[in-house]
């Protein structure tokens, strides 16, 4: 979905530089994103959109995630009733540990692996926490 790595980059510029017409860029990204409940389908919310977003990975590149989309959209302040059914997802995704488990890989394309898939990533583990919090504030 291009319009989720549009909002990643987008979320970067300082809200006091961002123009009204930037920020009604980001309000209808963030629409349509919400109206997909995150990863569903608009017209059937009963399907997922792209099985491989449930599978949490790091780094992301050109694919995306449950985690990365609420990354993004917790990063431009959105809370919305419409996310909790992916917060649900990712608190299910929690090992006893606390951690969470990398579950998609880009190691064999690199030249070095990240971390093993899985086991208990220290990355998607840190973003899931910073997630929950923004999202809990």
């Keep these: 979905m291009g319009v989720i790595k549009a909002l990643k980059a987008l979320a970067e510029i300082p809200v006091e530089k961002r123009s009204s017409d930037l920020k009604n860029v980001i309000d209808r990204g963030v629409e349509y994103v919400l109206a997909h409940h995150i990863y569903k389908r608009s017209h059937d919310l009963s399907k997922v959109s792209k099985p491989s977003w449930l599978r949490f990975g790091f780094p992301k590149m050109w694919q995306t995630d449950v985690l990365e989309i609420l990354q993004i959209?917790?990063?431009?302040?959105?809370?919305?009733?419409?996310?909790?059914?992916?917060?649900?997802?990712?608190?299910?995704?929690?090992?006893?540990?606390?951690?969470?488990?990398?579950?998609?890989?880009?190691?064999?394309?690199?030249?070095?692996?990240?971390?093993?898939?899985?086991?208990?990533?220290?990355?998607?583990?840190?973003?899931?926490?910073?997630?929950?919090?923004?999202?809990?504030?």
């Design 73 to 137: 959209l917790t990063k431009l302040g959105v809370k919305d009733e419409r996310m909790q059914e992916a917060i649900v997802l990712v608190v299910s995704k929690q090992n006893d540990e606390g951690k969470w488990v990398l579950e998609n890989t880009f190691n064999g394309r690199f030249l070095v692996s990240i971390e093993r898939k899985g086991k208990p990533s220290k990355w998607i583990t840190l973003n899931a926490l910073r997630v929950l919090e923004k999202f809990s504030e």
